[in-house]
Antibody, heavy 119, light 107 residues
Framework: EVQLVESGGGLVKPGGSLRLSCAASGFTFRDAWMSWVRQAPGKGLEWVGRIKSNPDSGTTAYAAPVKGRFSISRDDSKNTLYLQMDSLNAEDTALYYC??????????WGQGTLVTVSS | DIQMTQSPSTLSASVGDRVTITCRASQSIGSWLAWYQQRPGKAPKLLMYETSRLESGVPSRFSGSGSGTDFILTISSLQPNDFATYYCQQYVGFPGTFGQGTKVEVK
């Protein structure tokens, strides 16, 4: 059974940083493209960024609102995905989901970790 | 970015009703459309992809149709577990973009 378990969320001040983790199991993580998708409180879904599998180059791509501030990485030896978030602002307050990125859509989702940016 | 617009935003229905949700893209996306269901307090769940391909385990009362810019999600006979918010997502363009969601609520 596929499991994606996010952690690392919390309350952070504007301008601060946070690193989210996603522990994956139940599938071949090293071959999977992975994405982060976020959902602001009471709002819709927004794709944040993606990382390809290392055999497919391991390259990353980001949505415009987070480009230059967020960074996605992966440790295939630990089956773990990361999201480093810097220069956070109130608009980044959201539930952050780790997802398996399959051909452009998202076929498995974690339960999410909440990030709140507030002074 | 390709804009996705769903209608209606909220839909009131009863168990057993046939429900349709529309999703319109700002430009042609071929058949590269996915649908997700999000129950309250839960993560989204993939229902179908490539417009009409049902994800494994999804009941056959869910179906999808359309191509180009106009798409429809149909629930043939609404069940209690189906009261949720539904999102469409295009994935032909980069980045993939979601509709704003359609909440199916109890009438």
């Amino acid at each position: 059974e596929v499991q994606l378990v996010e952690s690392g969320g919390g309350l952070v001040k504007p301008g601060g940083s946070l690193r989210l983790s996603c522990a994956a199991s139940g599938f071949t993580f090293r071959d999977a493209w992975m994405s982060w998708v976020r959902q602001a409180p009471g709002k819709g879904l927004e794709w944040v960024g993606r990382i390809k599998s290392n055999p497919d180059s391991g390259t990353t791509a980001y949505a415009a609102p987070v480009k230059g501030r967020f960074s996605i990485s992966r440790d295939d030896s630990k089956n773990t995905l990361y999201l480093q978030m810097d220069s956070l602002n109130a608009e980044d307050t959201a539930l952050y989901y780790c997802t398996i990125h399959r051909s452009g859509y998202f076929n498995s989702w974690g339960q999410g970790t909440l990030v709140t940016v507030s002074s | 970015d390709i804009q996705m617009t769903q209608s209606p935003s909220t839909l009131s229905a009863s168990v057993g009703d046939r429900v349709t949700i529309t999703c319109r893209a700002s430009q042609s996306i071929g058949s590269w459309l996915a649908w997700y269901q999000q129950r309250p307090g839960k993560a989204p769940k993939l229902l179908m992809y490539e417009t009409s391909r049902l994800e494994s385990g999804v009941p056959s009362r869910f179906s999808g149709s359309g191509s180009g810019t106009d798409f429809i999600l149909t629930i043939s006979s609404l069940q209690p577990n189906d009261f949720a918010t539904y999102y469409c997502q295009q994935y032909v363009g980069f980045p993939g973009t979601f509709g704003q969601g359609t909440k199916v609520e109890v009438k």
